[in-house]
């Protein structure tokens, strides 16, 4: 049977939320679900689990497009505290905290911060491909 490469945490609670970095907290405390994603890094039997972390992203996606189907949005954040979030959900050693994301209904944008509201309202602009694929 194939190890379950990751374990999900979630939080309503917003002393729970401490483990983000300060600008993340600006905006994901209104947030009404935090989630902790969490790789288990060593097997059962202690190998290294090299997809661990493929893992857990296609089950975020998974939960991104289940979320999106129904009218919320959800937000990836690698700016966390993974030492802070390993103390308050005491994760073994054997499992590597690798990103949060936040769901729940988009609020309004003319209530953040303003380096945030701009960022926010900026059109997205996408990289050219050969910025980031390696065309050998």
């Known amino acids: ?21 300060e600008f993340n907290q600006g905006w994901a405390k209104n947030a009404p679900v935090l989630i902790l994603a969490v790789a288990k890094i060593r097997t059962d039997d202690g190998k290294t689990n090299r997809h661990a972390l493929h893992d857990v992203g296609l089950a975020l996606e998974n939960l991104i497009l289940q979320a999106t189907s129904l ?14 979030a390993r103390e308050l959900y005491q994760i073994p050693d054997d499992y ?26 900026a059109p997205r602009v996408r990289k050219p491909l050969p910025e980031f694929v390696f065309t050998g």
């Open 96 to 121: 590597e905290p690798a990103t949060v994301v936040t769901v729940g209904y988009p609020g309004d944008p003319q209530t953040l911060p303003d380096g945030l509201r701009d960022r926010e309202l």
């Open 1 to 21: 049977m194939k190890d379950l490469s990751l374990r999900l945490q979630g939080s309503r609670k917003q002393g729970e939320r401490e483990f983000s970095v």
């Open 71 to 84: 009218g919320l949005f959800g937000h990836q954040i690698a700016g966390f505290n993974i030492d802070s």
